[in-house]
């Protein structure tokens, strides 16, 4: 590899000289230096100075299948030498977009059976919102156009991605969001539900604040509710068993097309193929990129469902939209490799069965008692750990984000990379890991807990 011909303060110089990062304070960035990660293996990355880290985060949300897999690499290897790439606009198509369309339809929720590709679960939602305002113009009703989402969804970082998620730092950074999209508030019960109020009726409650936007809004107006199932980057916020067949209740009773952004749930991190399947949601788009190729291509796939879909067939006329690599060849061959090896290891049983109860009760045995841990909750392999300076008053530490960001770099150090949220800590690691590796990453954690509590008491 061409990097080793460098030295570590050499690509570091590189680095600040002339890489803008994302999501990234290049100030600080320059001030500090970057992790130079340079390769990865299983469940661990390897950084420069040869720290081997247990990768809690799978890259970012992505790498389902864990790092080293040849598979990948042959698969991308011969489809590149045998097409590298070919267009699917012009009534053309190639081989491996076609084959995964139909392996999509066939583990996606009934009903779900058309792809649109893009390469990144940006596009995929922008695909989304022009796909469902489209539907609606086929319709007769092109009013019928605005979208309900939530405050702390996040659903990418294009400019319809940032608009459609209720993120305030972007926003305040967006001069100008796509009009007619609402935010209401999430189901994130730690900080929001009242005192006394069961998980149940808090979910209720979060679930009418979607029917009070879309009354507000008119229902004659409103398009589609936009949601995770599990919010991810907002700091794996899961709902109440109770938020989403209210909302989908309502969403059917008022005619709004309900889309499911499964950017970071799908292809079996909530133990089955989609977290649909988990939470007994029917949507009719269903956003997916990512675990989809495991990272190892960029790669997204919106699934369409036959409402929609029907429309857009039996009207006609051209749907303007689409992305030179929409359904690239080489992507795709990878997609196809990454669902086989997901099937064929049993990982979303494993899943479902074994790793995501057990990542849950570890957490909590492990951690729960620890007086910087407010709440630790997990909903198959995705985990979040509340870092609070007052477990009982649930009161934080001052500034917000100071206590998690130290737990997040005593973490790192110790051997596991997390996410900090704000004062959340994130864990998504890799489907591959086993009970062992999730023991190994409790001690890791807790360590990392003890080494904060010295910093901040
Ligand atoms: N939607 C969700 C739920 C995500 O978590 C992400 C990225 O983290 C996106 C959309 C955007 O995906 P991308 O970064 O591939 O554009």
Redesign the pocket.
């Known amino acids: 590899m061409t990097y080793q011909n460098y030295s570590l303060a050499q690509l570091r110089e590189a680095d600040a000289a002339h890489h803008l990062h994302?999501f990234t304070d290049h100030k600080d960035l320059r001030a500090a230096g970057s992790r130079i990660i340079t390769r990865a293996d299983g469940p661990f990355i390897y950084d420069t100075e040869g720290n081997e880290i247990l990768d809690g985060m799978a890259g970012?949300?992505?790498v389902n299948v864990g790092y080293g897999r040849d598979e990948l690499a042959d698969a991308a290897y011969t489809q590149m030498k045998e097409l590298p790439y070919y267009n699917s606009f012009f009534r053309c198509s190639t081989p491996t977009p076609v084959l995964l369309a139909r392996k999509l339809a066939e583990i996606a929720p009934s009903g779900l059976s058309q792809v649109f590709y893009g390469?990144?679960?940006?596009?995929?939602?922008d695909t989304a919102v022009r796909l469902v305002r489209h539907y609606w113009a086929l319709e007769g009703k092109p009013e019928k156009n605005h979208i309900i989402s939530r405050n702390w969804?996040?659903?990418?970082?294009?400019i319809a991605?940032t608009s459609l998620?209720g993120m305030a730092a972007m926003h305040g950074q967006l001069h100008g969001a796509v009009p007619n999209i609402t935010h209401v508030m999430p189901p994130y019960a730690y900080e929001l539900a009242e005192d006394g109020e069961s998980d149940e009726a808090f979910g209720l409650r979060a679930a009418r604040a979607v029917e009070e936007a879309i009354l507000e809004a008119g229902p004659e107006n409103v398009a589609a509710f936009i949601g995770?199932p599990v919010?991810?980057?907002g700091g794996v916020k899961i709902p109440p068993a109770s938020y989403w067949p209210e909302v989908q209740r309502i969403c059917r009773k008022h005619d709004v097309l309900l889309m499911l952004?499964?950017?970071?749930?799908g292809y079996g991190r909530t133990g089955e193929w989609f977290a649909a399947q988990s939470m007994g949601i029917e949507p009719d788009t269903i956003?997916t990129?990512?675990a989809l190729t495991s990272g190892y291509q960029?790669l997204?796939a919106l699934l369409v469902g036959d409402r929609i879909a029907g429309t857009l067939v039996e009207k006609g006329g051209e749907f303007f939209h689409g992305y030179t690599y929409s359904g690239h060849p080489v992507a795709c061959a990878v997609a196809l490799k990454n669902l086989e090896i997901i099937e064929r290891e049993g990982l979303i049983e494993r899943v479902r069965s074994e790793t995501g109860p057990y990542l849950g009760k570890a957490l909590k045995e492990r951690l729960g008692d620890h007086d910087l841990v407010g709440e630790v909750r997990s909903f198959g392999l995705l985990a979040a750990i509340e870092i609070v300076k007052d477990k009982a008053a649930k009161k934080r530490f001052d500034p917000v984000g100071r206590a998690a960001s130290c737990v997040r770099d005593h973490a790192i150090a110790t051997g596991v990379m997390m996410r900090a949220v704000n004062d959340t800590m994130i864990l998504s690691p890799p489907l591959i890991w086993t009970k062992a590796t999730i023991d190994m990453a409790c001690e890791r954690i807790a360590r990392a807990l003890d080494l904060a509590r010295t910093e901040l008491r």
């Open positions: 994302p970012l949300w992505c390469s990144s679960g940006s596009e995929a939602n969804a996040y659903h990418g970082s294009t991605g998620g995770e919010m991810g980057a952004d499964e950017v970071i749930t956003t990129a990512k960029p997204s």
